[in-house]
């Protein structure tokens, strides 16, 4: 098993520019999750999924798009970068409710992403 | 905002001394757990607790779930230069289809 895959794991963009950060996991987990780490601090939410089709705002979900067409994959759209949208951000996912380890999170390595 | 609200923010003590970290929040949590993130990694989970009173004991690390479930801690016993990095807690939400994480701990031990 991979795990939780990102990429990419570097980038840069120009403000106003686009791009998707990319995320999969082979674990056939239900949950899925973004969030963005700012130097120094802990992890803020920016969007979730309980399974393909579905998803909802976390707790900073502005200038950010998802969506889950399928189980394995979850990306995570800028649609206009902006220099606070200069972070880490993570791709997580768990297993679903009937798992007996719901809570179980699972990250992927990060991209580092900076735009200026 | 930060509803969970970890102390203290940084920590640096000598090896072999114990300490606590706290984790509060005003919300209640059906689940609250503990992470260990390295520089340039994603967290890994330490633990999971889900029942208010809770006590957990991983090595020399102890985590508690306060009876109302709005809290938590961290205890290590004989810190080791090993446990350098920054513990962050997270909670679910009864509804358990999201996760938040508070602050963060940056703890360093010094040999």
């Known amino acids: 098993n991979a795990g939780v895959t990102q990429t990419p794991k570097f980038q840069v963009l120009k403000t106003g520019q686009s791009m998707t950060l990319q995320c999969a996991q082979d674990m056939n987990h239900e949950y899925m999750s973004w969030y963005r780490q700012d130097p120094g601090m802990g992890l803020r939410l920016i969007h979730y999924?309980?399974?393909?089709?579905?998803?909802d705002q976390g707790e900073v979900p502005n200038g950010y798009n998802v969506s889950r067409s399928t189980t394995e994959d979850f990306p995570l759209r800028l649609l206009s970068a902006a220099p606070s949208q200069t972070s880490v951000y993570f791709c997580?996912?768990?297993?679903?409710?009937?798992?007996?380890?719901?809570?179980?999170?699972?990250f992927g390595p990060g991209t580092r992403l900076t735009v200026t | 905002t930060q509803l969970l609200e970890q102390s203290p923010q940084f920590l640096s003590i000598q090896e072999g001394e114990n300490l606590t970290v706290y984790c509060n929040s005003s919300?209640?949590?059906?689940?609250l757990q503990w992470y260990r993130q390295e520089p340039g990694e994603g967290p890994v989970l330490l633990v999971t607790?889900?029942?208010?009173?809770e006590v957990k004991k991983l090595k020399r690390l102890t985590f508690q779930f306060g009876d109302a479930r709005k809290d938590s801690s961290l205890h290590i016993t004989a810190a080791q230069p090993g446990d350098t990095g920054l513990y962050l807690c997270a909670g679910a939400y009864s509804s358990a289809s999201k996760i938040i994480f508070g602050s963060g701990t940056r703890l360093s031990i010094r040999p």
């Open positions: 607790v889900v029942t208010g009173g």
């Open positions: 919300s209640v949590f059906s689940s």
């Open positions: 999924s309980v399974g393909a089709g579905i998803t």
């Open positions: 997580a996912s768990r297993p679903g409710l009937y798992s007996g380890r719901l809570y179980e999170q699972y």
